[in-house]
């Protein structure tokens, strides 16, 4: 028995039924777009919020290395030699770095139990009032005292800044926002000393340059404390996600204590090889930041203006690498950083040879440029994975700030050597012993990147954590 047609009412239902599901559906669709966007734009305010401030703090360490030979000429004018005031001024830096190490060492971990962005801001109001504080005084002992808190409350700075990335940002792409955000240290520098040189060439002071610095941390100061939030969670979306091979994957919660939080990242044997890597990476770095003007003067002859602006080739060709490596190692996968490393440490340790072999010019040497540039390159680049894409890959969103720390502290530790050390080589062996030792310190690294790859890959074929 045939049935009849469907009656016109049932029809009309059905049809409505159908094209309120696809209305739902394409509705549903759209939110989700929106929502999406929404996050996209929240993120990329975090990221120039946090580029802008960190640069700002460089802005506050870079003035010392700009200003060194203007202050060696202050103190020669109250009878101390010119080798003399350079070490004085040297022996000053190295208790910076000192001070920064200690900081991140043990102050740094902070920012896991009461947020990386009190950690962010209390940085940058630091650099901000001791700069102003430097910029005021008159006397040896009080430029330390400015110096060292300068130095002692940017410490924190950084692993605020890698805490409040692990909570707006999923593992996947470390790479790439590490990369930029640690682009703000080099780009930071980098316009500071082109900045610089161009009020020593005007005529400026010393102190301009540092009350200058001051002016730079305290606008960025403000936009932080306005605008930075600490987790994509409180402007409603969901939490980002963490490497899935951190040492703290198997928990959800917050470590109960700092045994806790500490234990698992002191055990690890990839942890402990990277906080070394950091050690030697910072020694060449912070040389290179610290020395690279008074180079340029006195070896190579050339102008205190044109030394203080030139000096910017190491963070801006840094900036360059940082960037494309960041990249290429999200691409790599989850061992490319680990063979970047090792690629980068032993062709910086070639420049260094390089650069050793150059003879004292009084016209300047453009090859010395080049190979300057070059060593930025090929370090700057997987030096920033260390405290950055590195610490997130260990720590992951419950220890990210203590990974941090620990990594940076360790290097600056090193870095220490880079401000007295380095200037008494450089007065008793000159410049190719200076350039020779760094050059083995390379090499070394170089060898332990190599290692830290071999466990990296069996970690990543058993798909358990680094060991």
Not at 194 to 220: D, K, P
Not at 325 to 331: A, C, I, K, M, V
Not at 391 to 405: C, E, H, I, Y
Request: net charge positive.
């Amino acid at each position: 028995m045939t049935s009849g047609p469907e009656p016109e009412s049932s029809r009309d239902a059905s049809s409505g039924a159908l094209s309120g599901g696809h209305i739902n559906h394409r509705k549903q669709a759209a939110g989700r777009v929106r929502r999406v966007k929404s996050l996209r734009y929240r993120q990329a305010k975090i990221v120039v919020l946090l580029f802008g401030g960190y640069a700002a703090c460089y802005f506050c360490r870079a003035d010392l290395s700009v200003a060194t030979l203007l202050l060696v000429e202050e103190l020669g004018k109250h009878g101390v030699s010119h080798a003399e005031a350079i070490v004085r001024v040297g022996a000053m830096s190295s208790l910076g770095v000192l001070a920064y190490a200690l900081g991140k060492l043990f102050l740094g971990g902070l920012g896991d139990f009461w947020g990386g962005r009190l950690n962010f801001l209390i940085g940058l109001g630091g650099a901000t009032v001791f700069t102003l504080l430097f910029a005021s005084g008159a006397t040896l002992p009080l430029f330390t005292f400015a110096w060292l808190g300068n130095r002692l409350t940017q410490s924190i700075a950084w692993a605020g800044l890698i805490k409040v990335s692990s909570k707006w940002f999923d593992f996947s792409s470390y790479g790439t926002i590490i990369g930029i955000l640690s682009l703000s240290y080099l780009v930071g520098d980098a316009i500071a000393r082109q900045c610089m040189g161009l009020l020593i060439q005007h005529g400026f002071g010393w102190r301009a340059l540092f009350y200058f610095a001051a002016a730079v941390a305290g606008v960025l100061l403000v936009a932080n404390v306005l605008l930075l939030r600490e987790s994509r969670t409180q402007e409603g979306f969901s939490e980002a996600t963490p490497n899935p091979l951190n040492l703290f994957a198997e928990t959800k919660t917050r470590p109960r204590n700092v045994a806790a939080l500490l234990r698992p990242l002191l055990c690890s044997r990839a942890f402990v090889l990277v906080c070394l890597l950091s050690l030697g990476c910072t020694i060449i770095r912070e040389t290179f930041n610290t020395w690279t003007p008074v180079y340029l003067r006195d070896y190579l002859g050339y102008s205190m203006s044109d030394s203080a602006g030139m000096s910017a080739i190491f963070p801006g060709v840094g900036a360059v690498s940082v960037l494309a490596t960041g990249w290429l190692s999200d691409r790599l996968g989850v061992n490319g950083r680990s063979l970047l490393l090792f690629l980068g440490l032993a062709a910086t340790a070639a420049a260094l040879l390089v650069l050793m072999s150059m003879r004292s010019s009084p016209s300047g040497s453009l090859l010395a440029l080049i190979a300057i540039g070059a060593i930025a390159f090929c370090l700057l680049g997987p030096y920033s994975y260390l405290g950055g894409a590195f610490a997130l890959d260990f720590g992951g969103k419950q220890a990210g700030a203590v990974s941090s720390g620990i990594i940076d502290g360790v290097g600056y530790l090193g870095g220490v050597l880079a401000g007295d050390s380095v200037a008494r080589i450089s007065v008793a062996f000159g410049w190719q012993g200076v350039f020779v030792t760094l050059a083995a310190i390379s090499a070394l690294a170089a060898l332990g990147a190599g290692f830290l790859y071999a466990l990296n890959a069996r970690a990543a074929v058993t798909g358990h954590h680094l060991p």
